[in-house]
């Protein structure tokens, strides 16, 4: 799956994303970071210690900032941020 995003990013068209999304707070850009390293909802509030809920406030709200509907476009907005490396 690494190889197949990184592909991808590597052969897009450059669009306009920021080095990194503005207006993220520190956790949802910590949370983005976990979701594009293929971490989920439970594992990301265990890693946080922090409830379900609350991570699935934080993800909607960041889906929001940045323009995205699911967790593989998020990925993407990840990669093209240079927030996370194929391989991390």
Do not use: C, W
Not at 33 to 44: N, Q
Not at 46 to 55: E, F, H, M, N
Not at 59 to 86: H, M, N, W
């Amino acid at each position: 799956m690494t190889r197949l995003i990184g592909t991808f990013v590597r052969a897009s068209r450059p669009r306009a994303v920021p080095a990194e999304p503005a207006g993220l707070t520190g956790r949802e850009r910590e949370i983005l970071v976990l979701i594009a390293r293929g971490r989920s909802t439970p594992e990301i509030a265990a890693d946080l210690a922090v409830s379900p809920s609350t991570v699935k406030n934080h993800v909607t709200s960041l889906f929001a900032k940045i323009g995205v509907r699911d967790r593989a476009q998020a990925v993407i907005v990840a990669y093209e941020a240079a927030l996370v490396q194929p391989g991390e």
